[in-house]
């Protein structure tokens, strides 16, 4: 055979045809569901972050209100109104307790010294003076109290600040944490 009769037995190149763009490979579908997770998760963390961030602010706000009213009551009515600020400070800390904590019905159930070293162990106990221990412990229970509220003021901002800050414990409890309660009381 001549090298021309082969050339002529062979036909043209065939071009495959041209790859459309829909329906994706299945590695796009996959990279697709990936990317809509990882778009739900940051939308979740970003949602969880700013509602977080808003309680901090609203419980922040309400002590500043608090502390803003008792500077401001009159000279006759600071005793009730330290009552007051000092009630609504511990309602403030046990509201951001029982939101914060892993286990908040045990956190409801805490009143005095049990309430003290749930405060202590769970924020800055350098902060928390035995006046204002006593204060947030049994004020609500006293007609007159002396008690720099200055220094209640700062105590409850930084506690809520750091509670707000902390990463919840995952599946702890009072019991069977670190913290030695006192059994009277």
Excluded at 93 to 103: D, E, I, K, P, T
Excluded at 147 to 158: G, I, P, Q, R, Y
């Amino acid at each position: 055979m001549d090298s021309q009769e082969l050339l002529n037995q062979l036909a043209d190149i065939r071009l495959p045809n041209e790859i459309g763009l829909w329906p994706p490979a299945p590695g796009w579908w996959v990279l697709l569901v990936i990317l809509l997770f990882a778009l739900y998760a940051a939308f979740k963390a970003f949602s969880k972050r700013r509602a977080l961030q808003y309680s901090l602010n609203a419980a922040i706000e309400e002590l500043g209100i608090s502390y803003t009213n008792w500077c401001s009551a009159p000279a006759e009515n600071k005793p009730n109104a330290l009552l007051e600020y000092v009630n609504t400070s511990n309602t403030i800390l046990r509201r951001v307790a029982l939101a914060r904590s892993s286990n908040s019905q045990n956190v409801a159930s805490l009143t005095g010294k049990k309430w003290i070293a749930f405060i202590r162990s769970e924020g800055d106990s350098a902060m928390l003076t035995e006046e204002i221990a006593s204060a947030l412990s049994q004020g609500r229970f006293q007609q007159s109290l002396t008690l720099d509220t200055e220094a209640l003021h700062s105590f409850c901002s930084t506690w809520v600040t750091s509670m707000y800050m902390a990463k919840k414990q995952s599946k702890s409890s009072l019991e069977d944490s670190s913290i030695k309660l006192p059994k009277d009381q």
